[in-house]
T-cell receptor, first 115, second 112 residues
Framework: DGGITQSPKYLFRKEGQNVTLSCEQNLNHDAMYWYRQDPGQGLRLIYYSQIVNDFQKGDIAEGYSVSREKKESFPLTVTSAQKNPTAFYLC??????????????FGQGTRLTVV | QKEVEQNSGPLSVPEGAIASLNCTYSDRGSQSFFWYRQYSGKSPELIMSIYSNGDKEDGRFTAQLNKASQYVSLLIRDSQPSDSATYLCAVKRGAGSYQLTFGKGTKLSVIP
């Protein structure tokens, strides 16, 4: 089955800890994205990656870091510098490199809570 | 600032009626437009994409695009209680752009 797998589904973080959210896709998509969603809010872009070993900051990158060592994987680390990390984190991917008519598909999300 | 605006709702329609969801965008360079459905606590699911002016129909869903007015809409015919969800409008610029900009979503409630 092709798809995007995020893990874990729920994650609890203590103050001052770094945590890493996993995102894996087997769709052979070039581009991958991380979004954050807060209650009643739209999705805000954290980071995106067009190809392996390259990634760009989105609108709210502060306090987050990513890597793209493999085409299939785009993990997100929420660092202690992120002051308000409690949110629903969504990973997405899309095919298409030069084509603008690309559709993005989402994983099932990780709900992060600071305790 | 590139923005996508949606009425947050809730929009309530009786079962069997047509639900009309609207979205406006500010970036005239936008070329791709998407509607996602998001059930409470779940991730967004792509239901429609539209790239050129006019209507695009898929089952009970019709997407309408008017680039001159910078307006995109989603019609849901014969609304069912299972259509109750938040609908997110997403907009993307042209070739070479990978960023989707999302509206905050419209919450739809279909009343049996």
């Amino acid at each position: 089955d092709g798809g995007i797998t995020q893990s874990p589904k729920y994650l609890f973080r203590k103050e001052g800890q770094n945590v890493t959210l996993s995102c894996e896709q087997n769709l052979n998509h070039d581009a991958m994205y991380w979004y954050r969603q807060d209650p009643g809010q739209g999705l805000r872009l954290i980071y995106y990656s067009q190809i392996v070993n390259d990634f760009q900051k989105g609108d709210i990158a502060e306090g987050y870091s990513v890597s793209r060592e493999k085409k299939e994987s785009f993990p997100l680390t929420v660092t202690s510098a992120q002051k308000n990390p409690t949110a629903f984190y969504l990973c997405a991917s899309s095919i298409g490199y030069f084509n603008s008519y690309v559709e993005a598909f989402f994983g099932q999300g990780t709900r992060l809570t600071v305790v | 600032q590139k923005e996508v605006e949606q009425n947050s709702g809730p929009l309530s329609v009786p079962e069997g009626a047509i639900a009309s969801l609207n979205c406006t965008y500010s970036d005239r360079g936008s070329q791709s437009f998407f509607w996602y459905r998001q059930y409470s606590g779940k991730s967004p699911e792509l239901i429609m994409s539209i790239y050129s002016n006019g209507d695009k129909e898929d089952g009970r869903f019709t997407a309408q695009l008017n680039k001159a007015s910078q307006y995109v809409s989603l019609l849901i015919r014969d609304s069912q209680p299972s259509d109750s969800a938040t609908y997110l409008c997403a907009v993307k610029r042209g070739a070479g752009s990978y960023q989707l900009t999302f509206g905050k979503g419209t919450k739809l409630s279909v009343i049996p």
